[in-house]
């Protein structure tokens, strides 16, 4: 198990371009979140997933974010028209549901985006 | 509204010396509270998770503490190491929903 895996790592982009973000969860983790971390700031919500259905979004998740997980497994977090606001370290978690247990929810390294 | 506050925002010790971080929170209705500690640019990675039900939890020199009642929370670092220098993050999970609510974190650095 290589735990959850993001990349790319790092990108940089100009003001305007679109981004994508890719995240592979531990495998047979059912649930797949996704979070923004700002310097000095705890993470964020943004949405989740439990298998392939988009359970929750923030309303941070403004009209220029969108979030995939086309057949339960891997996801992407795309940002169209990308603005100076949104460079931040993007993480994502996964984690496996069960029933009246604690899950322990486990994140990946994160992707950081540095937007000029 | 829902809040984690964690305090003190950051925090320097010896190493060799204990040091306990504290997080309180108003979080409601509560399911779970975790603590995370984060590397500089990683990911967090998770220490204890404890219900309303658990008083104290320990892995390692952690042990952390929940006071469900006054919706407090510790985490009390024995013995520090260098590697233990690094962001602690109180977390805490509503009934109900999925996401989690988190503290910014406290900042702690161990020196020699």
């Known amino acids: 198990d290589t735990g959850v895996s993001q990349n790319p790592r790092h990108k940089i982009t100009k003001r305007g371009q679109n981004v994508t973000f890719r995240c592979d969860p531990i495998s047979e983790h059912n649930r797949l979140y996704w979070y923004r971390q700002t310097l000095g700031q705890g993470p964020e919500f943004l949405t989740y997933f439990q298998n392939e259905a988009q359970l929750e979004k923030s309303r941070l998740l403004s009209d220029r974010f969108s979030a995939e997980r086309p057949k339960g497994s891997f996801s992407t977090l795309e940002i169209q028209r990308t603005e100076q606001g949104d460079s931040a370290m993007y993480l994502c978690?996964?984690?496996?549901?069960?029933?009246?247990?604690?899950?322990?929810?486990?994140f990946g390294e994160g992707s950081w985006l540095t937007v000029v | 509204k829902n809040q984690v506050e964690q305090s003190p925002q950051s925090l320097i010790i010896l190493e060799g010396k204990n040091c306990t971080l504290q997080?309180?929170?108003?979080?409601?209705?509560?399911?779970?509270l975790r603590w995370y500690k984060q590397d500089t640019g990683r990911g967090p990675v998770s220490l204890t998770i404890m219900t309303f039900s658990e008083n104290t939890k320990s892995n390692g020199r952690y042990t952390a503490t929940l006071d469900a009642d006054t919706k407090q929370s510790s985490l009390h670092i024995t013995a520090s190491q260098l590697s233990d220098s690094a962001s602690y993050i109180c977390?805490?999970?509503?009934?109900?929903?999925?996401?989690?609510?988190f503290g910014t974190g406290t900042r702690l650095t161990v020196i020699p």
């Open positions: 997080c309180n929170y108003t979080v409601s209705p509560f399911s779970n």
């Open positions: 978690a996964s984690s496996f549901a069960r029933t009246g247990l604690r899950n322990t929810i486990y």
């Open positions: 977390v805490v999970r509503v009934t109900g929903a999925n996401n989690l609510f």
